[in-house]
């Protein structure tokens, strides 16, 4: 016979096979194929390449779904399998963008894969609904340089994740990893590592060997403890611990003189070493909602702060040293339990916000007219009982919030306040208002209500620029001055019904019942 038709018979043998085949049972075939897997429901027959399984489901058609690296030269096939364990590991079929993945022979079009050089170099697939655990693939990605995969449902972080020597950026920002594996400490040339918003405990004390890094970002994790090792990242510039659980920080941290910005906000700080003055350089410190009751006075050494945040904490007073800040612009006090200021304070020149809303003051001290820059202070929910007249000489200040004090007048220098376009004085004493306020001229809001007025000084209709004025809650007796019909910008005015104001003049008549219905109507 010929070697045609020993070709034909064969063929015709492979043909009635795979008929045979076709009809069989999951049991059949693992009798028929050796590896094969069964189950009850599907049987899954296995392949010699990276690729999806084919599976055989009783009753069902087969839709092939394997994707072979084989046919791959742009990059080499180790990535290409690399690519694809992730693609399998994180269920990739249900990615919100799997564009192109394991559906092109060139993965370099895949969608958030970057590649240089015939290599991956980028994985970008931030808020992508990977989910599950990076597989150990992803070790053969040796010239990766950033992997981006922040925002998604990831678990787990594989050793192998060591083997990126080239990596230079990593967020994993955003997803569930509990545990990072010591051999993160390998990745040598990282320079920005951002693991916030994850459920990380701990860190391995192989992090000190991260020498390049300059960012790290652990912010919005249950961290208890840092390891002293994180003292020796000496070129870190930016460290972000938001929102952690850390009663301390290890001595070591102080050893940072590189930092530039120190974010504690939201952890269980109770107080601060005198170390702290060697951070020189830092520019902007955020120590806010701790438990902090004192400052150590070197803090008077970061002499190139331009931001200090210390809201909502303990603290009864401040050091005096606090006035050698000479480069701070943004000062952050709000809810503490200050009585009084340094007179120090005042040195701050270049000071543009002071904060100090939500605490116990009764005075201010004279000082605080040299802060000539201050645009912004708010002073509500205090025990203030007067102004000092130096509060005049803050000509640039814009916002002025007084809510809730004691005050019982306000002096007549706050005339000067040229650039003031709110004044908030609702919830005190005042039982009169200087003829000065009406030079507040570019005022777009003043707040009196909740005090004791019993009239408005004619001088409030020069208040050209006035769109809202609150005056509810005054014991008012008084006639409505005329002028207040030159309010033409007025938008908003809150007066309460049966308001105690009277007026025979239709136009101020008209003009209160169009911004403030029912002023005079009394039961």
């Known amino acids: 016979m010929s070697n045609k038709s020993h070709f034909c018979l064969r063929c015709l043998v492979v043909f009635i096979l795979c008929m045979e085949l076709a009809a069989c049972t999951p049991s059949q075939i693992a009798n028929e194929i050796p590896g094969a897997i069964v189950t009850n429901a599907v049987t899954t027959i296995p392949t010699v390449t990276a690729t999806l399984p084919v599976t055989v489901t009783p009753g069902t058609t087969t839709s092939p779904a394997a994707f072979s690296c084989n046919g791959v030269i742009e990059i080499p096939q180790a990535e290409c399998v690399a690519l694809v364990a992730l693609y399998n590991s994180t269920d990739g079929a249900t990615w919100n963008d799997n564009t192109n993945w394991l559906k092109t022979a060139t993965p370099c079009n895949w969608l958030g894969v970057e590649c240089s050089n015939d290599h991956v170099t980028g994985l970008f697939l931030g808020a992508n609904r990977l989910v599950g655990a990076i ?59 951002s693991l916030s918003h994850n459920q990380l405990t701990v860190l391995p004390p192989k992090i000190g060997n991260l020498a390049n890094l ?151 001290p004279p000082e605080i007219g040299n802060l000539s820059n201050l645009t912004y202070l708010p002073l509500g929910s205090n025990q203030l009982i007067t102004l000092p007249p130096e509060i005049g000489n803050l000509s640039n200040l814009h916002e002025l919030d007084l809510n809730n004090n004691q005050l019982a007048g306000l002096p007549p220098e706050i005339r000067h306040l040229f650039d003031l376009t709110s004044l908030r004085l609702g919830g005190n004493l005042l039982t009169v208002l200087p003829p000065e306020i009406g030079d507040l001229s570019i005022l777009f809001e003043l707040a009196l209500g909740g005090n004791r007025l019993t009239s408005l000084p004619p001088e409030i209709g020069n208040l050209a620029n006035l769109e809202v004025l609150y005056l509810e809650d005054n014991p008012f007796i008084g006639t409505v001055p005329p002028s207040i019909i ?22 101020v008549i008209a003009f209160l019942d169009a911004r403030s219905p029912g002023w005079n109507q009394c039961p």
């Open 214 to 364: 300059t960012k790290l970002n652990l912010s919005y994790n249950p961290l208890t403890i840092l390891p002293p090792e994180i003292g020796n990242l000496s070129n870190l510039t930016d460290l972000e611990l938001f929102a952690n659980q850390l009663p301390a920080l290890p001595h070591e941290i102080w050893n940072l003189s590189n930092l530039e910005a120190l974010y504690l906000s939201g952890n269980q700080l109770t107080n601060l070493p005198p170390e702290i003055g060697s951070l020189s350089n830092l520019i902007s410190f955020d120590l806010s909602y701790n438990q902090l009751v004192v400052l150590p006075p070197e803090i008077g050494n970061l002499s190139n702060l331009d931001r200090l945040s210390l809201g909502n904490n303990q603290l009864a007073v401040l050091p005096f040293e606090i006035g050698n800040l000479s480069n701070l612009t943004h000062l952050e006090l709000g809810g503490n339990q200050l009585t009084t200021l340094p007179p120090e304070i005042g040195n701050l020149s270049k000071l543009t916000d002071l904060v100090l809303e939500n605490n116990q003051l009764i005075a201010l």
């Open 486 to 507: 030159n309010l033409d910008k007025l938008a908003y005015l809150s007066l309460s019904p049966c308001s105690g104001l009277t007026s025979s003049d239709p136009q």
């Open 135 to 193: 597989p150990s693939e992803i070790g053969d990605l040796s010239n990766l340089t950033s992997l981006e995969l922040y925002t998604n449902q990831l678990t787990t972080l594989p050793h192998e994740s060591g083997n990126l020597f080239n990596l230079a950026y990593l967020n994993l920002s955003d997803n569930q990893f509990t545990v990072l594996p010591s051999e993160v400490g390998n990745l040598s040339n990282l320079t920005d590592l």
